[in-house]
């Protein structure tokens, strides 16, 4: 035979190999990086660098209209890239600036790039799409009164754009993000330049200055007040809160100066470019450590029935989160034991502090529920994983209170000096990293100057909840 044209060869030869490729890769499948808790979030072969995420809002019913971005490093020869996505609808893809097919597979996203991408090379990706902002329960984007605001944790990044979601991939973000102009855009990190207007509308741009977890990213949209204070040794706070609620809220956003102050004193410095609160108008039943700006809910400050000294011990969890969890992130989700033991650690030694609530009183009663903790949700470093449709089943009494007895059975082991010295080296050694439970008992006994592993296994795997040194006489029993 005879081919009569370069044209139709081509055409020819672009039908074989695209046939070729079909034949020799099997179907698409969700991938993961084996977290043993979600065993398909993230994905093997590669590492995100950077996202660019521009997100245009009308109204909590319509999808956003979103571009991602994704700059990032193949670590293995690659024909499929994985990324988690799920809700929003795909319009297109690229991979490094060729159009690449898109297929998606459970809640991964899997693009076949024109040619395959060989291992360690930059990755361009560029996914066209819409977001969905009516979140039911399960996270991602959160319905407020007045826009919206965003609450990822543990699994719902990718409800919001596509993704390597998983906080041992954690990467540098800028945000674009276009409302209508009566509403204010804040973001994590610092705006890149002021708003700009276009029609009846404005874009909003912000950049992180340190690398953050797909789950700590928070765009919050609405009719609100930025208020911009000082911090210690001059760090910018920015709380956003309702424009109408500004002045009565204004006692609780002068409180996190001190507060971070008091961090400072017990961990060192704060580790971020920024830090405020997010109070919403929303029902969201948590309040949530997004990098440098946290969200709380309303009710929490509305003055009923909550005493001033747990208000400010909650605003405390959230704030010792940005050492403990964002700007240190857990390796894998059953470390999540060392985010919110240590975050429920501070804020008990807070409250301790105000002589509300003492630190041993809470701990003997932590004791004393230590056991069903166990028993209800597994050891605090192998949590139980969640129901399904239950996505925040994982946040159970044992890896709040029932971890933070951990941290205060190993300060009456190896005593509190070396207990503080190891919470300050913790934090400054993995600044903007990644870290899990063994890095941790292996730190802590580098502290003590022996090993602990024998020491720590049992109150970090066992059923039963060991004896607590220097109280022989606490038991599980109520008393
Ligand atoms: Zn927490």
Redesign the pocket.
């Known amino acids: 035979m005879q081919l009569t044209s370069p044209r139709l060869r081509a055409a020819l030869l672009a039908a074989a190999s695209l046939t070729l490729v079909a034949a020799v890769l099997p179907p698409p499948t969700p991938l993961g990086i084996g977290d043993r808790l979600f065993p398909e979030l993230g994905n093997p072969g590669y590492d995100v660098l950077s996202y660019d995420l521009s997100f245009t809002y009308k109204d909590n019913r319509t999808p956003l209209d979103a571009v991602t971005v994704i700059d990032a490093r193949a670590l293995e020869p690659l024909e499929r890239i994985n990324l988690d996505f799920t809700h929003g609808k795909v319009a297109s893809a690229e991979v490094n600036g060729e159009p690449a097919r898109f297929e998606s597979v459970g809640e991964d996203l899997v693009l076949t790039p024109a040619r395959p991408v060989t291992a360690h090379v930059p990755l361009h990706i560029t996914v066209r799409h819409t977001s969905v902002p009516r979140g039911r329960a399960d996270g991602g984007w959160v319905p407020t009164e007045d826009g919206l605001a965003m609450a990822n944790q543990a699994d719902a990044a990718h409800r919001v754009f596509p993704c390597n979601d998983h906080p041992a991939d954690k990467a540098f973000f800028t945000f674009r993000v276009t409302a209508p102009e009566a509403l204010t855009v804040v973001t994590n990190g610092v705006p890149v330049a002021a708003a700009l207007r276009a029609g009846s509308s404005k874009t909003w741009t912000y950049r992180t200055l340190h690398p953050m977890a797909t789950e700590l990213a928070q765009v919050s949209v609405g009719r609100s007040a930025v208020v911009h204070g000082t911090g210690p040794h001059g760090l910018p706070l920015r709380d956003v809160v309702p424009a109408g609620d500004r002045k009565r809220l204004d006692p609780w956003l002068r409180k996190t100066a001190g507060h971070i102050a008091w961090m400072e004193e017990r961990v060192g410095r704060y580790p971020f470019e920024n830090y405020g609160v997010l109070i919403a108008r929303a029902t969201t039943g948590?309040?949530?450590?997004t990098q440098t700006l946290s969200l709380f809910e309303h009710s929490l400050f509305s003055g009923d029935g909550y005493p001033e000294w747990y208000v400010e011990s909650v605003m405390v969890?959230?704030l010792?989160?940005q050492w403990f969890?964002d700007s240190v992130a857990p390796r894998t989700w059953s470390d999540l034991w060392l985010?919110?033991g240590h975050?429920?650690w501070y804020?008990a030694l807070y409250a301790d502090g105000l002589g509300k609530y003492s630190l041993e009183r809470r701990m003997r009663e932590a004791y004393q529920r230590s056991d069903q903790w166990r028993a209800a949700g597994g050891p605090p470093a192998a949590p139980k994983a969640a129901a399904p449709g239950e996505k925040i089943g994982l946040?159970r009494p044992v890896v709040?209170d029932g971890a933070a007895l951990i941290l205060y059975a190993l300060r009456q082991e190896i005593g509190t000096q070396a207990f503080d010295r190891l919470e300050r080296r913790w934090v400054a050694e993995h600044k903007d990293g990644v870290a899990g439970t063994q890095d941790f008992v292996r730190l802590a006994s580098q502290v003590a100057g022996r090993d602990l592993t024998a020491f720590m296994e049992p109150w970090l795997y066992g059923k039963t909840t060991p004896a607590m040194p220097g109280h022989p006489e606490w038991s599980g029993k109520s008393v």
């Open positions: 948590f309040e949530l450590e969890h959230e010792a989160h969890g985010n919110e975050a429920t804020e946040f709040y």
